[in-house]
């Protein structure tokens, strides 16, 4: 049968934030779905963008495999393809070109090209499937080896040549019946050398669920809408087991929307993770009102949860109720106090700059931040993505640019209260006092226990005296700035 080669357009090196990082994880949607068209019995191959240097280092891979088909496949449970970053969009058009020039059928299926599909057909793309894509991308493939086959009925599907209509897909129901992906075409030892190189314990990346049914009004759901599926307890195990077992990995990131959403998954995960004795570390990221009930969090230790990433996004409640959160602020001191009881590390996801916040929401944000003292803190500014409730609100104050270049562009795309270098200044100094507060912590647990002059006790005191005065220095151009407007 014909020959496959599956890419996606997500360069870690075209993202600096990321690529710094040093925690690059698998294309694992690009991987699924070449699972799945492998199991019809096409010959399938892998170039995998995330550690290339250019898009132009899929020719040789092109000029050696010959396929027929080349399916630029973006990874949707990698949330950073959802911001439709332009030098990934760049990217994907010039691997078009690529496959195009070297005679291959075109397929897209990204976040980005679902919003914006006529943008790829226009670039050369012979047929762009939008929403969720393995049935699609199997049905479409399968009819195209067919000589003469009418394809204009396959739902999903916008085609470059003819008027053919478009019908939308329904979801997968059934999650357990997709195949394991295809990591046996991942190049793991480079994924691991990163990992290790960077004093960090190797992880990969498992999908226990798709899709997120609350309804926060600035988050895109281009691929699944607002349904929320799980896959069973016993196949999410089973992969684990078999990632440990072949790749010698032993933590993951739960790269779902929300983890544990139910608490019957949950309590019946934690139950297989005792039954089979397996022994692992993972990472998850969900919702403060999930986190209310001590029995769930305790379950969640119990199966390895090491760390949680929670949507705080402000400490102001007006701002979470304009966003539509359907949190309380008060929620998220409970949730971490509890998960610190558990011996579970926490992580704030924190938004600035939502339509009309004003500097008593930005102060309320900080004093969170200061007050609770999450492990960690990753805070980006609102940018508002097409297909959201979010995106219509400020649709006619956008100014020209629409799309990021990278995740740190940190670009306010739209006319409100304060400018875009006001938040970029801002997000360094809410960084630094966070980081100045978490130095003179760990120099009042050294005095406690009696700790003195060993090497961290050194390290932050020289930390404080050099983020004293530049945390000073910050909040005097943070003023600057916010006058100016």
Known sequence: MNKILFTHSYFYKFDPKSWQMKQPYPPLGTILAAAVIRQE??????????????????????????????????????????????????AAFEMIKIGKNNGCIVIISSSDSTDHYQKYLDQGADYVIRGEAEATLKELINHLEIPNADIQYIAGVYCREGDHPFYQRTLISDLDSLPMPAWDLIDMESYRSIWVNGNRQFTLNIATTRGCQYRCNWCAKPI??????SRSPEKVIDEISFLMDNYNAREFWMCDDIFGQKPNWLNEFNSLTKKRELCFGYIIQTRADLLQDEKTV??????????????????????????????KVEQIGVALRLLKKYGIKTAFFIQLGYLNETKEDIDLSIKMILDLMPGEIGISVSYPL???????????????????????????????????????????????????????????????NLNFFNRVFVKNCAKIVYMAPLCVMDKIKLNKLGKKT
């Open 298 to 327: 305790q379950w969640l230790a119990e199966s390895g949860c090491k760390k949680v990433w929670m949507g705080a996004e402000s400490g102001s409640q007006k701002i979470l109720d304009a966003m539509n959160k359907g949190v």
């Open 386 to 448: 097409p297909g959201t409730p979010y995106y219509e609100k400020v649709k006619k104050d956008l100014q020209e640019k629409s799309n990021w270049t990278d995740s740190n562009d940190l670009d306010m795309m739209f006319v409100n209260n304060y400018s875009s270098e006001f938040y970029r200044q801002l997000y360094k100094y809410i960084h630094r006092r966070f980081n100045y507060k978490k130095s003179i912590s760990i120099l009042k647990d050294s005095v406690s």
């Open 224 to 229: 699944y809408g607002y349904s929320y599926k």
């Open 41 to 90: 019995g096409y010959h399938v191959a892998l170039f995998d963008t995330n550690l290339k240097d250019s898009p132009n280092d899929i020719i040789p891979v092109i000029n050696e495999f010959a396929p027929q088909y080349l399916v630029v496949y973006d990874d949707c449970f990698n949330y950073l393809t959802k911001m439709c970053l332009t030098n990934m969009r760049e």
